[in-house]
């Protein structure tokens, strides 16, 4: 089993910068990958981001290509820097891992307001 918790959500300006950490602990050793996801009101959830433990390949929904950062420090923790935020960001924020299972955090709030 994979536990996951995130912080550093809140309320900021649009133009504004956030960053999310995802602490892992349990099985941290059957992880291959993490990722950020977030689901906005009335909307489906998506990738926002991911990252490859070993090698650090990362890939980005095009929406936030160029403001957005994933990084991780081993397979402890994972990072999404969030510059110049908009307030279609708003919405709940997951980590995830993938392994052999896929496992989910609770979510952080990200409000940007206008």
């Known amino acids: 089993q994979v536990q996951l918790m995130e912080s550093g959500g809140g309320l900021v300006q649009a133009g504004g910068s956030l960053r999310l950490s995802c602490a892992a602990s349990g099985s941290i050793f059957s992880i291959n990958a993490m990722g950020w996801y977030r689901q906005a009101p009335g909307k489906q959830r998506e990738r926002v981001a991911t990252?490859?433990?070993?090698?650090?390949?990362t890939t980005y929904a095009d929406s936030v290509k160029g403001r957005f950062t994933i990084s991780r420090d081993g397979a402890k923790t994972v990072y999404l820097r969030m510059n110049s935020l908009k307030p279609e960001d708003t919405a709940v924020y997951y980590c995830?891992?993938?392994?052999?299972?896929?496992?989910w955090g609770q979510g952080t709030q990200v409000t940007v307001s206008s």
């Open positions: 995830s891992a993938f392994g052999l299972n896929t496992y």
């Open positions: 990252i490859i433990i070993t090698s650090g390949s």
